[in-house]
Structures are given as structure tokens and as C-alpha cells.
């Protein structure tokens, strides 16, 4: 049963990720126009019939812009917390209100959608409420973890369940220090409810790697404080610190900030 993930955009202009079978597929985030969504799986052979959800992490407009069209336009169901929700419907970012496509989720409680099993888990975030999702399909298990402000017991628990792993790594230390932001957002970026840097992404990496652990994807890269080569070099260093080889131990992609990834297929 082979399963397909492609990041359709990943950064701070958008965010939306694809997860789906030979027959379904589902959306985690919607933060990029409804044509680009379209435009993109038409690229890749995917028609955008086959989405039959959409999971939202959090109410940032990176996250939501579509989600209104998606739901109401679209008969799409939108799945996302109580909080989430309330955040969605304060947006002046989402145009159209969610009523019938509305789903509301609760954090560690597991949902089916079809043959995927879904859990929520609590990820700190300035955002009205924010989560990430651990997903489960046969013998597969995928946890996505977005806007991070650091690594909680819970944040690392579901990580450390992954075999394929989408990770933030938002920030290069010595470009926000030295970067043009405002003192004021570069304390937020950060903070510990901001975002996670490459460094404390490696960190976790290199001390919570474990053989079925087979494809990490670095995610929401900053166009003004990061570079992808840099996000990767960084990881890759510190996983050969620890005797975990790159490319024969573990897959490491950085996904590209405002255009798809590459198709990957996952046996």
C-alpha cells in the first residue's frame, strides 16, 4: 500500500502538505491559493477529487488562507480544534465562514479518516491554539510538526514515533541575530512560543534518531533567516556527530519555501 507525500509549499509566505494513496489523499494546512493547490497536484497526476480532508494545525494566515474555499466551496471537511476553529473564524485571512465542512478535533484523542489514524498533539505556538498531527497508515506512521517554539515532552514523544518525519527548522541562529528584523520579532521568532531553529532541530535529531526513523523533511524555512543548504548542513553535521550517515541511514530533504518538493513515494 504505497503512500505519496509531497510538500506543496513550506514557509513563511504558505504552507500546505500532501498525504494520499493510490485512491485518497488528505491536506495538512492550507496557507496557498486554491489554484496553486490545484495547478500542483494536476503536475503530479493527482486530481484534486481525491482530497477528502483537510487537517489544520493552527490559525496563522500562513496556514489558513484557503481553508474557507476548501470547506465551503469545495465540500471539503476541515479538521482542527475547538481553538483552532475559533482562530479561523476571527480571520480577516479566510473569506469564507466554516459551517458545514467545520470538524472539531480533540488533542490526543485518535480519529479515522478512511485507513489513516490521526492524533493531534499540543505544540507550543504564539497562535490561538496550535497542534501538530501523528499519522498512522498500516505499518507507516508520519508525524508532522510545524511552528514549533521548542520541543516539548509531548512535541518529542510523537516525534520520536515517526518513521518519516516533517520537522521545523525555521531559523539559522546567526542570521536572526544579525538579520534586519525589529528586536521585537526577532525575540519572538525565538521565543518558546515561536519557532524552532536549525540547531535545536538537529539537536533533537541526532539524540532522538532511531533505525526505523527513514525520511526526515525540514519544513516552514525562513526566507530571510535561513537557507535550505544551510538547514540541511546543519542536521546533516550534527547526525555524523552521532554516527548516523545521510543518505544511507536516514533520507534528509529540505523542502523548498514556495514551490512543491519533489514526489515522494513511500512503500
Given amino acids: 500500500m504505497k503512500l505519496t507525500f509531497i510538500s506543496l509549499a513550506s514557509g513563511s509566505s504558505g504552507n500546505c502538505y500532501y498525504l494520499g494513496t493510490s485512491e485518497y489523499g488528505i491536506l495538512i494546512d492550507a496557507g496557498i491559493g486554491i ?19 483537510v487537517l489544520i494545525t493552527h490559525d496563522h494566515a500562513d496556514h489558513i488562507k484557503t481553508v474557507g474555499c476548501l470547506g465551503e466551496r469545495c465540500g471539503i471537511p476541515v479538521y482542527a480544534t475547538q481553538g483552532v476553529h475559533q482562530g479561523i473564524e476571527r480571520s480577516r ?10 470538524k472539531i478535533i480533540d488533542k490526543e484523542s485518535p480519529f479515522l479518516i478512511r485507513d489513516f489514524k490521526i492524533t493531534a498533539f499540543e505544540v507550543p505556538h504564539d497562535s ?52 534586519s528584523y525589529p528586536s521585537f520579532l526577532k525575540e519572538r521568532v525565538a521565543s518558546p512560543t515561536g519557532h524552532l531553529s536549525n540547531r535545536e532541530a538537529a539537536d533533537f535529531l541526532a539524540t532522538h534518531y532511531h533505525p526505523e526513523l527513514k525520511n526526515i523533511w ?3 524555512l525562513s ?10 548542513k546543519t542536521v546533516d553535521i550534527r547526525l555524523f556527530q552521532e554516527g548516523i550517515r545521510v543518505g544511507k541511514d536516514v533520507t534528509l530533504t529540505a523542502l523548498k519555501r514556495n ?9
Fill in 259 to 267: 514551490t512543491p518538493s519533489d514526489v515522494f513515494e513511500i512503500d
Fill in 35 to 53: 489554484r496553486t493547490i490545484k495547478k500542483a497536484l494536476k503536475d503530479f497526476g493527482i486530481d484534486f477529487s481525491r482530497i477528502i480532508a
Fill in 128 to 179: 490561538t491554539d496550535n497542534v501538530g498531527y501523528h499519522i498512522e497508515y498500516n505499518t507507516h506512521r508520519f508525524t508532522f510538526a510545524t511552528d514549533v517554539g521548542h520541543i516539548t515532552e509531548t512535541v518529542s514523544k510523537y516525534m520520536s514515533m515517526a518513521h518519516h518525519l516533517i520537522i521545523e527548522a525555521n531559523y539559522d541562529e546567526e542570521m536572526l541575530r544579525f538579520g
Fill in 223 to 232: 526566507k530571510d533567516n535561513n537557507h535550505p543548504e544551510l538547514a540541511y
Fill in 93 to 102: 485571512y479566510v473569506e469564507e465562514t466554516l459551517y458545514s465542512s467545520r
Fill in 218 to 220: 525540514l519544513c516552514h
